[in-house]
């Protein structure tokens, strides 16, 4: 188990022979709110295509390590790098023209408008919205296609959930950061949407996912981090951190 300061390697292998080469790496962040400091060299790192989740009690500064790649936090210092390109401090429009999207936890949609009108909102940077774009999100949430004029607030939580998820994906990004996708949604909806982050990571997207239930996302991720009052606890295979004596009994409930 990886205790303290997380190495990142340029090029890991999976079991299944599939290759990972950094697509993100974040190296001793300090980061917070104003003149509030959450994060103490924090270190991370997303592969291309791989699947990572982040956990740990609440407080400890995971969602704002999401909103520090997104460019929402005050940079106090590290560096976070996306591409080979120093991302750190940029601004989120400056962000998601490098291939980042972000899916935050609260107030992830805009309830006056339509499904429809959500959706192309996500791609606000282009001159015009690709239609087979659109056509994309539709086969993946198929619900959407069929609630497409319906003002996005009317929805059920689930689909709330899945608009969010469907703006960021309009510009098709190569890291969808999700912050809490599960929270608020009924107990029988929970596996169907992590079953949608599961084929949107199929698909080539990289994940970054905080998550509360910690047990279900290191079940299905890559990799996973444990954070505690803003820096690395632990950080392994999704598998060995389950098995961990120590991360089953302080994080996951024994």
Known sequence: MTTGKIESNSYEQSEDGHEYHDKLIIDGLNAGYGDLQILSGVDLSVSAGEY????????????????SVFGLTTYMGGRITFDGEDISGLSPDAIIR??????PQNENIFPALTVRENLEMGAYILDSVPEGALQEVFERFPILKQRQSQRAGTLSGGQ??????????MLDPDLLLLDEPSAGLAPDLVDEMFDRVDVIND????VLIVEQ???EAL???????????GQNRFADTGEALLADDDVRREFLGG
């Open 160 to 169: 709330q959930q899945m608009v969010a998820m469907g703006r960021a994906l």
């Open 203 to 206: 698909a080539g997207t990289a």
């Open 98 to 103: 490098r291939g980042i999207s972000y899916v």
């Open 213 to 215: 239930n910690a047990k």
């Open 52 to 67: 990572v989740a982040l956990v740990g009690p609440n407080g400890a500064g995971k969602s704002t390590v999401l909103k």
């Open 219 to 229: 079940k299905r991720c890559n990799r996973g981090y444990v954070l505690t009052q």
